[in-house]
């Protein structure tokens, strides 16, 4: 029988895993951070915010980690939730070099926003956000400018020489590729794609005992940094004001955000149990999105829960505005955002760059007061045409992310 000692990396490995373990350790710590206040649901958010993302760690930090064999990796979804995620993007990236050559296929789909940026290095210093963020967009290719066959198909090339009417340039320091998608109606059809390395000649090699060290030391920063950052990081870079809650900041658009296609803003939330916060808004031009997520800024449960809105799928009041009702338990009004019982948490306005983004306002009023507070004329829904939402959310949801 071979035991510990037997294999020449035994040592760093075992060294390497004690170390991950004592680090997971540590980061299950930061779920009883003050920022995240003591009652059940949040203290359990917070450690299936670390649990979801502990199940990817990995497949971040090895299996879709050799940019010679690339993949697309979706990294947020109804079950895992990253990085201020909006419930209606889905989120995918790719792993990539400077110096190779991919090519991308893949058909349209009818979802309303496409955006696909060449991500550069990371920088160094204080304000940078943890693995796999903080790089910047080196170039991007927007679902306008991306030319399709007649059946929706298309090619992408990715580095290299320019080819074909769709490219992409890399430089030396280009490391991924992130794909974003955003939707409206219920209806969209998400794009489909894969990617791959155009001179691939060979299998893709076994991991070897160096490269699982080094994965292992990926996956313990990835979590440590994100159980770190979160939900500080905004706060103190993200133009997020912690110090004066239920009020919103105007979006805001910069040169990344361009590149990004969107501009957006972001308020920090708190809600006593017999509260409500309504939250006010021009109806207007453009695709806009509000989503509603916990302390860690992760997205609330939206496969079956009206936690986020579109402008199709929002009714806009007879004044021309869009009145969206911030409550614990169904009020009854048709733009309401549940809570899921948390008492503080963000909601999140994201304006992609066609038109200008709106000024949104929130009032926090007492739950029984809603009747005055509001226009006679605010749309209400029954408990059954809340039903016939939460199912409309469940299939549209289901459909793009081609859960069975």
């Known amino acids: 029988m071979m035991g510990f000692g037997d294999g020449s990396a035994d040592a760093q490995l075992r060294e390497a895993w004690t170390v991950f373990c004592d680090r997971l350790k540590a980061a299950g710590e930061q779920v009883f951070k003050n920022e995240n206040p003591g009652s059940d649901p949040h203290r359990a958010d917070g450690m299936r915010f670390l649990t979801q993302n502990l199940g990817q760690a990995f497949d971040l930090a090895l299996e879709s980690r050799d940019t010679r064999y690339p993949s697309l990796h979706t990294f947020c979804g109804p079950n895992r939730k990253l990085g201020g995620d909006c419930a209606d993007f889905t989120y995918q990236q790719?792993?990539?070099?400077?110096?190779?050559?991919?090519?991308?296929?893949?058909?349209?789909?009818?979802?309303?926003?496409?955006?696909?940026?060449?991500?550069?290095?990371?920088?160094?210093?204080?304000?940078?956000?943890?693995?796999?963020?903080?790089?910047?967009?080196?170039?991007?290719?927007?679902?306008?400018?991306?030319?399709?066959?007649?059946?929706?198909?298309?090619?992408?090339?990715?580095?290299?020489?320019?080819?074909?009417?769709?490219?992409?340039?890399?430089?030396?320091?280009?490391?991924?590729?992130?794909?974003?998608?955003?939707?409206?109606?219920?209806?969209?059809?998400?794009a489909r794609m894969q990617i791959e390395r155009l001179d691939m000649t060979t299998p893709r090699p076994l991991p070897t005992s160096a490269q699982m060290v080094d994965a292992i030391a990926w996956a313990g920063d990835f979590l440590t940094g994100m159980m770190g950052d979160w939900p500080e990081f905004p706060f103190a870079h993200g133009g997020v004001e912690s110090d004066h809650p239920n009020?919103?900041?105007?979006?805001?658009?910069?040169a990344e955000d361009v590149k990004r296609g969107r501009a957006a803003a972001n308020m920090h939330w708190r809600l006593g149990p017999y509260e409500a916060l309504v939250v006010e808004f021009p109806a207007h031009d453009g695709l806009w999105m509000l989503t509603n997520m916990g302390v860690f800024f992760t997205s609330m449960d939206f496969l079956y829960?009206?936690?986020?809105?579109?402008?199709?799928?929002?009714?806009?009041?007879?004044?021309?505005?869009?009145?969206?009702?911030?409550?614990?338990?169904?009020?009854?009004?048709?733009?309401?955002?549940?809570?899921?019982?948390?008492?503080?948490?963000?909601?999140?306005?994201?304006?992609?760059?066609?038109?200008?983004?709106?000024?949104?306002?929130?009032?926090?009023?007492?739950?029984?007061e809603l009747g005055e507070v509001l226009p006679p004329e605010t749309v209400t829904v029954t408990p059954e045409e809340r039903r016939v939402q939460m199912w409309a959310r469940f299939h549209g949801i289901r459909r793009r992310y081609a859960l069975l």
Do not use: C
């Open 94 to 190: 790719a792993w990539i070099d400077g110096q190779s050559h991919y090519r991308i296929v893949g058909k349209r789909g009818t979802a309303p926003f496409l955006n696909i940026t060449v991500q550069g290095p990371r920088p160094d210093g204080p304000g940078v956000l943890h693995e796999p963020f903080g790089d910047v967009p080196e170039a991007n290719l927007s679902g306008e400018q991306l030319k399709t066959a007649a059946d929706g198909t298309f090619e992408i090339y990715v580095g290299g020489p320019e080819r074909g009417p769709n490219w992409l340039p890399t430089t030396a320091g280009s490391r991924k590729l992130f794909v974003r998608q955003g939707f409206d109606s219920w209806d969209d059809v998400p």
């Open 247 to 254: 009020r919103f900041p105007s979006a805001h658009a910069d």
């Open 305 to 368: 829960r009206p936690v986020s809105y579109t402008p199709s799928r929002t009714a806009v009041d007879a004044d021309g505005t869009v009145r969206l009702v911030l409550a614990h338990d169904d009020p009854g009004y048709h733009n309401w955002l549940d809570t899921q019982g948390f008492e503080r948490g963000n909601l999140t306005y994201r304006h992609m760059l066609d038109g200008a983004p709106a000024t949104l306002t929130a009032r926090l009023v007492r739950r029984d």
